[in-house]
């Protein structure tokens, strides 16, 4: 998977693999918003439920971009750094999103936790602000928000099925 794919590419990269998929890409992804059609507005009201879509919809699921979700750059630490930075393991280069934003961690059974970093506009859990120092687990298909960047937790199992689902759905469209 490259470093920044979209939804509509890893259908084709995932139907042509099968379940060898899984195997070649064993990182958690972010699944993010398109931030260039709707702008750079802060807002709270809206998160992305990717899972519930309509036919309406896929459109612009298909241009979500896919973003791994794992150790690039910092050393010397078991968390897995996001934020605006270019030093940072998961890089979302947009205003809403501070320096330094938010921790992920995978911890024991598979279980990834995140953490805010002390952000200027907040990381959100299922709509629900998490302060700096505060850890939540995230299972598959969880939404998550750093600023106004919108984006769904999936593992990698979970993608996978996300999108032979969404297969399924473009061919019978």
Do not use: C
Request: charged fraction near 25%; aromatic fraction near 6%; hydrophobic fraction near 40%.
């Amino acid at each position: 998977m490259s470093k920044h794919s979209t939804v509509a590419h890893l259908v084709r990269e995932a139907a042509s693999q099968g379940p060898s998929f899984v195997r070649a890409n064993r990182d958690p992804v972010l699944l993010v918003e398109d931030e260039a059609q709707r702008g750079e507005q802060i807002y709270a009201e809206r998160t992305v439920q990717l899972e519930e879509m309509s036919s309406g919809e896929i459109q612009n699921i298909s241009t979500a971009r896919v973003v791994p979700v794992k150790k690039q750059r910092s050393l010397g630490s078991d968390r897995i750094l996001l934020g605006r930075g270019r030093e940072n393991d998961v890089v979302l280069a947009l205003k809403s999103v501070s320096r330094l934003h938010a921790f992920f961690r995978s911890g024991t059974a598979g279980i990834w936790t995140l953490e805010d970093a002390g952000s200027t506009y907040g990381t959100y859990v299922r709509n629900v602000r998490i302060t700096s120092g505060v850890v939540r687990a995230l299972a598959d298909n969880t939404p998550v928000r750093f600023g106004s960047v919108d984006a769904v937790f999936r593992t990698p199992d979970g993608l996978y099925e996300f999108l032979r689902r969404l297969a399924g759905m473009l061919e019978g469209h």
